[in-house]
Structure formats: C-alpha cells, structure tokens
C-alpha cells in the first residue's frame, strides 16, 4: 500500500512557499503504514492538476492533494476534483452553517465568495473544518481513497487528525494488517556527518534484511546535528520492535555522549527535562544570540518552573549596567573574550538568583569581525555555585545560522555539563 | 522553457525534512526566466530515481536533482546518473585535493569512504564545491541541461550561486530573451485573507492578460500575515515593468495600511529602519514570548545600532525586580493585563534609557488559562517619552504558533505607532 501526496500551487513552484504541508501529511501517513512513495507538486492550472490526479490515481492507492481550496479566484482544486471524478458541486448546508459561525465569531460580514466554500461534490464525503472556511474532501472509490485537504498548515493538520487519518485507518484496516512499519530518530549534535559515520563503522552490522525484516539507516545532517533516522519493516510488531531496539543498542555503544535525544525532543527540552529533575533554575545573559537561547528555552511548556529570566544586553553599556561585567574587562579583552563570557554567566546568575547562568558573545556577523575574531566566533559561558568556565566554537559565516547554531551550542555546553559529558571539542 | 526539480531522498517522503532545498531552487531558477513546472520527490532507490530522471528528461529543459551526493550508503544519486547517462565514474584530482583540504582544516583524518566522493561521470562538467565535500554535477545532451547538487543547504546554495546559475544563464541567454519574467511579493499584517480578499475587490481589475502581458495575483496566508504575489509574464522589461507597477498602484490604494513592505523585508527588518530614520533606540520587556522579540530584532544586521537591550521576565518576581512593575499591579490585575503591559514598557523604557519600550504579557499555553484569559490572549504595552499604552489580541491555542504570532503583534504595534497608523483592530 503507497501513497501520493500531490500540492497544487503555484507558490511553491517558484519557490516562494516551503511546502511544509507535504512533509506533515507524510509523516502522518507514514506512521499508520501508508508509506509515501511520490510527492509532487503542480501549477494552479487545470490541465496540469486533472493529469496528475490521473497518473497518481492510477498509481497509488490513496491519493492525497493539499492546496489551491480557499475562497479566492486562484483556488480552482475543487473544480478540478469534480471535473476529474464527473460529479456536481452540490451546496451543503452544514459547512455553510461553519462558514458563517467563523465570521460571526470574528465580528465580521462575511464576504459573499464564501458561499462558494459551502459547496462539496456530490459524491464526497465531507472532511468538517471548524478552524476555517474550507472543508476537506474525501472520495472512494474503486478501493482507492483520494481525499483533498485545504492548504492552511494548521486548518490541514486539525482536519488530518480528526478525520482524514481515522478515516484511512479505519478503511484500510485489514491491508495494513501484517506489515509493520517503524521509525525512530535518533539526535545527535557536535559531530560531522562523516565523522559520526566512521565512528559507527560498518552500517551493515547495524542495518540489513533479515528473516523479512529490513533495516534502514540514514544520516540526516541539520545545523550543528546529525540525525539518524532507523526505518524498520517487519512482518509483525515483535519483530519490528526487535530489529529496531537491536540498531539502537548499536548506535548508543558507538555515539552515546552525541546523543542528545531518542524520542525527537529538541535539545531545549531535553536540557529542561534535565533542569527539572535536578530542581535547577536557570538564567541566560546574551549578546549575540540577542534572544534566541531564552526564546528556545520557553518553546517548551511549563519552563516558567526553572527558566527564571533572561537578559539580551547588546551593548557594552547593558553588559556592565544589566549584568555586571566590569569596564575593565570589556576593555581589555574586549566584549567578545573568554572573561566576558564567564563574566555575564555569573553576572545573570546573581542577579537572577538562579541555580545556573549561561551566556553568549560572539559575532553573528555578517559585520563585527576583528583581529582574531572572526565572524561565527563565539564564547559560551557557564556559571554555578561551584565552577565558572567559557568555551570557544566557531562555525559558519551567515547571520540567522549564526545565532541558531550558537543557541544550540549553548544548549549543548549546558547538556555535557549537567550530565557529566566530557568531549575533546 | 520549463525546469523540473527532482529530490532525492526517504527522509523527505516519510516527512522528517522539510523539502527547503526544492523552494530555494525553483526561485532561483524563476529569477532567471526559468519557471519550474513540476517538483518531484523519489525515494532512495535505484528503480524509481532512473524513471524520474527518464521522464523529466523527456518533458522538461532543464532538470535539477538534489540530495544523495553525500558519503555514506544511503547517497546513491550519482551511480544513479552515471547508470542514467551510460557514463563511467572517474577520479577527478581537484575534487579530492578539496575533499582533503576540508579535513585538514577541520584537523580530523579522512575516513576511506570520501575518496567516492571524488568519482564523477566522465561526461560531467564539476561543479566544484568549496565548501563541503560531495561536488555538483552537470550533463548538457540534446540542447538540455541535466544537473545534481548535493542535498546540504549551504552547500548546495554557494553551487548554486557561484556555479549553476551562471551556466544557465550563459547557455540559455537566446532563448531566455525576448520573455520576461518578473514577479514581486507584497507583505500584509493583521488581515485576514477573506477580509483583504473583499477589500481589493476584483482581482481582474489588477490581474489579466493584455498585449501578451499576463499579470497574476495570489495569495499566501503565513502566520499573521497574508503575502500577495503580483506575477508578470511580458514580450520585454518594460512592458513587464509597467504592467507590474500598475498592479502595485491599485494594491496599494486598496490596503496601504495593512502593507509593510514591497521588498520582501520581514517586518523587524521594516521597523528596524523606521527607527534608523528617526533615530530613535529600543529595548523589549517580554514575558509570553520568552526572547523571540528580541531575537527577531537582532535578526537584522546592525541592529545594534538601535536595539539597547531586552529583558525576559518570565516570573512575577523578575517582572518586579527587574522591571520594576508593581506589587500591587500584578496582585490586583494580574500578569497578564494591561496594567502590568504598560508597567513593564515604561519600566524597561526606563531601565534602558532607551526612547522606546516594547513589551508582551499573555498566554503562550498549552497550560495558564485563567477565567476571562484564554491560551493565546496576548496584552502589548508600549512607551514613549510622550505615550503609555498597552493593547489586546488573541489568536491561536498553539504555544510556538503564539510565540511566533504574538512577537510579530508587537512589533507591528510598534510599526503602527512609529507610521501613525490607525487600524481599528
């Protein structure tokens, strides 16, 4: 059993959009053991969309299609659906009832081409959407499911849950009996692709096809990490959980202190969980991640109970007034230096009351640069009751990965210290 | 002329990598007059890979292939091309001496298995790669060009920029004349789609085919905000260019207000200059948003030059301490109010010395909902030497989507203001 996962819309084609939906959908169906094996992505033109729901439909056994559903004049996925299966639209009452409701509710008239939202083809079974104005869609037929869905990520992604994906685990319950299949995804950070690769070695020992079990094995690099990702197609659970428990055993014996996460936790919420159980509370001083340390640390819900607060001090003025660095220090050593690092964590950790401190300075670029510091360098500071200590890293030359590649570091400095973890870089 | 763009790659199609690579290079290629008509997604395997390349090699000019160049087992778009083309892999000597110098610099040893890195088909033209390992490649047959860049980001775009789209446009240079592409994107805040979508009225007004000019408009929801792409297709840049600023025009007689920007600049980057040009400093006291304003800030090159600093306080205690709000406020109206918002700007305003404060109080969830103070409620507090006041919205139930959508609230209260703008909303 395959799937195709067909966008319409021409702002992904020049590149405008990142079609985030395609990846959400596979995942999804991925996880009920519908494996996507084509995605592709066609124009706002009706010649295009009716000969790719043709080839996929004669492909694939379920057929998803995202886009091109909303109220305006370049939304024509809907016309195509009934065209390409011959059925009326049809106005259904209940979805117009919704459209309504959302208007009401944000004290607004609602404009007339809403109407149009309200109308389904007549052979399809209607996907509610009660977080915006346009339903899904669904059809069976000939065993196959095709099914469309709007292309707003988070209308897409309620309606996937609440309908779309029950509806294909119930239809296909029998099929996907018999065959199991699972991921994992392992995070590591702070080594190279093939660095990591070397020091695990021989793949085959890890992965492989045995007794009807396949294990696959990927590397998927990301800033400053390394995901492995282990698929695994068995013909029953114990098998597949087996095999997969197998490669992961494998993996830890070679990369454990790389490993951050075996449950795709971000690194944020590792070091929270690690903060939680030790009852630490934390405080970070930044400079030249301006923020995004403290704004990756609050991502995770509930870090009120150890992030206490978070000073950006971009200047040399807000680094001595705010944290307490001394003039002297910034003088002499200058505001991107060992001393200045460790000068800001324990400056935040005082002044804060926190357990810990972690700081930031370095130069995010694409200006700044000096002699000897070029940009990407960067200090990370750590202060607790016991030590004080600053590391240097250095990366790339681009100013967003900059500052999310220094937040991860900090992070990273944060985890090795908290558990112990002594790396020679 | 028409492009395709094939990825390769299983972590694409089970949805754990969003496919960035394929929208980077669809809007490189649009810019150069080369419009992508299809963007494919194969798996990792051999079979499917070779038909992909058979079937965009009949249908399209110029067909781009990313993903699986790099070193280790799962890579194996390159055999797949040297298969494809009936063409022997060889030893290039510039591409090792490179993939060796990258591990000289980074002081590690070179495991075996980049020497494979240093295979290409005989009958590529290199597409050298400083700054990785796995080079591009490219095949010119039968008036087409067929090229492969490896799936790393980074990588992939300094090919790109420095090799492969220099090379289309010298080898396309007739036929990409006498047709002109042109496109541009229109940034919109705090409107709704359907709402803009009724202000503007009718789109053929502004959209429409005249003299071989074809002029369309879509549009694109992003969070908060709506982007309206305004794409003409004309016999020369002048026609191009007339049609494209005569659909600007009536735009922006439509929605001036809700317009932020006509050059694609995000909004931190819009305000960053607003206060350049008025010289005036700003510091952030956030709570709900935990460092995001800060960090969309300082996301702009030299944005030190008017962002002071920023404070997180994510406590009632730090919101006292280092803020200076009241006891009293926060005991009678609590944290999130807009008494607390405007203790918290004029406090940081104050604290900082800045000209103006900014500062977000709410709940970001998915827990901290109180009677009358729902997840997403987010109060918005600014201040000046001459103005003090906070404002209220509410959006989502999602903590990052609330992050995200609550630091570009504030920062468009704060374009507003600066513009004296007056929106009921």
């Known amino acids: 059993m395959k799937a195709a996962v067909i966008t319409v819309g021409d702002e992904i084609l020049i590149g405008q959009v990142v079609n985030t939906n395609a990846a959400y959908l596979s995942s999804k169906l991925f996880s009920i053991g519908i494996p996507v094996g084509r995605m592709v992505t066609v124009p706002d033109e009706r010649?295009?969309?009716?000969?790719?729901?043709k080839s996929s439909f004669k492909s694939f056994d379920v057929i998803l299609v995202t886009g091109g559903l909303g109220p305006t004049h370049d939304d024509i996925t809907k016309t195509c659906i009934a065209e390409f299966f011959q059925a009326r639209l049809v106005?259904?009452?209940?979805?117009l009832k919704n459209v309504k409701r959302m208007f009401r509710r944000r004290n607004i008239p609602m404009p007339q081409s809403n109407v149009e939202q309200a109308m389904v083809p007549q052979n399809a079974v209607v996907l509610y959407n009660r977080w915006g104005t346009a339903p899904g869609l669904l059809i069976e037929q000939g065993g196959k499911i095709f099914a469309a869905v709007p292309g707003v990520p988070f209308e897409m992604q309620k309606i996937c849950e609440k309908h779309l994906i029950p509806y294909l685990k119930k239809t296909f319950k029998e099929a996907l009996s018999g065959r199991v299949i699972i991921q994992k995804t392992i995070h590591t950070i702070g080594i190279s692709e093939s660095v990591l690769n070397e020091r695990i070695g021989d793949v085959n020992r890890i992965t492989?096809?045995?007794d009807g079990t396949?294990?696959?094995?990927a590397f998927l690099p990301a800033n400053y990490e390394i995901r492995l990702r282990i698929a695994v197609e068995a013909p029953d659970e114990n098998s597949a959980h087996w095999a997969l428990n197998n490669a992961i055993r494998k993996?830890?014996?070679?990369?454990a202190n790389y490993i951050y996460s075996y449950n795709e936790s971000p690194i944020e919420k590792v070091v929270g969980e690690i903060l939680r159980k030790k009852r630490l509370t934390i405080s970070a001083a930044e400079s030249c991640t301006g923020g995004l340390v403290a704004s990756k640390i609050t991502n995770v819900p509930r870090s009120s109970e150890y992030f206490l607060n978070g000073i950006v001090a971009y200047s040399n003025k807000s680094k001595v007034k705010?944290?307490?660095v001394k003039d002297s220090t910034l003088r002499k050593f200058?505001?991107?230096?060992?001393e200045t690092a460790i000068e800001m964590a324990r400056g935040i950790r005082k002044k804060s009351g926190s357990d810990i401190g972690i700081s930031t300075t370095g130069i995010a670029g694409p200006s700044g640069a000096a002699k000897n510091k070029p940009v990407g360098l960067v200090w990370i500071g750590y202060s607790d009751k016991n030590i004080t200590f600053a590391k240097d890293f250095i990366y790339t030359k681009d100013r967003l990965r900059n500052k999310e590649i220094m937040s991860k570091i900090a992070l990273e400095v944060l985890r090795r210290k908290?558990?112990?973890i002594t790396i020679n870089n």
């Open 47 to 53: 010649r295009e969309i009716i000969s790719e729901f």
């Open 91 to 95: 106005l259904n009452q209940k979805v």
């Open 208 to 210: 492989g096809t045995k």
């Open 214 to 217: 396949t294990v696959k094995l």
């Open 251 to 255: 993996l830890k014996d070679k990369a």
């Open 322 to 324: 705010l944290l307490g």
């Open 334 to 338: 200058g505001a991107v230096s060992r």
């Open 418 to 420: 908290l558990l112990r």
